[in-house]
């Protein structure tokens, strides 16, 4: 890395994300490794809850909404970002094209540097990868359910108002990460409604 991508590396604010999966685990250890790591961060955002991949991570998706371009995340490791392969690989590649750092002390991934970047676009493949079989699944799903002479789709998660509202939200500027929340969508959901720009309730 050049001394102009350090400086830009660091110009920007540091966050931390820190999870655990009960209530009943500390974050200690990953606070130990963010001194051990000489990491005075900006912002802490902790997550203390148990749940199926997909699930809502709150703290994880309030860290999402505040970093910006030039900012770092960083975690004691990798899983802490998503409770499978496909949420991490999503996760990273998001943030990398948003132009915020990752930097995962247990791997030594720092997406600054030249490794840490090859690192990342491997992951954003790899999620690319898990989108077009997820695409494969949806249609063999829907071919099955037409078989059985049921709707070839399942109902929505919202009703045309509520995504209407969610549309007029994220254009008024409401950040992605705090829709997530309210309307109880992953981001992916929220998207493809903004994509579809639904803005008129049916």
Known sequence: MTDSD???AGAGATAAYLRVSTDHQSLDQQRDALVAAR???????TDKLSGAAGSARPGLAEALGWL??????VVAALDRLGRSVAEVT????????????VVALREGVDTSTATGRAI????????????????????ASRSARVA????ATRPPRLEA????????LYRGGEPIAELCIMFG??????????RAGRVEPA
């Open 6 to 8: 350090a400086a830009a």
């Open 39 to 45: 990491i005075e961060p900006d912002r802490v955002f």
């Open 68 to 73: 910006r371009r030039g900012d770092r995340l």
């Open 90 to 101: 999503a996760t990273v590649a998001d943030l990398t094209a948003r132009g915020i750092t």
């Open 120 to 139: 990342a676009a491997i992951m954003a493949s790899l999620a690319e990868l898990e989108l077009e079989l997820g695409k494969e699944r949806r249609a």
């Open 148 to 151: 059985r002479g049921l709707p």
């Open 161 to 168: 108002a509520q995504q209407a509202r969610l549309v007029r």
């Open 185 to 194: 969508v992953s981001r992916a959901t929220a998207f493809r409604y903004i």
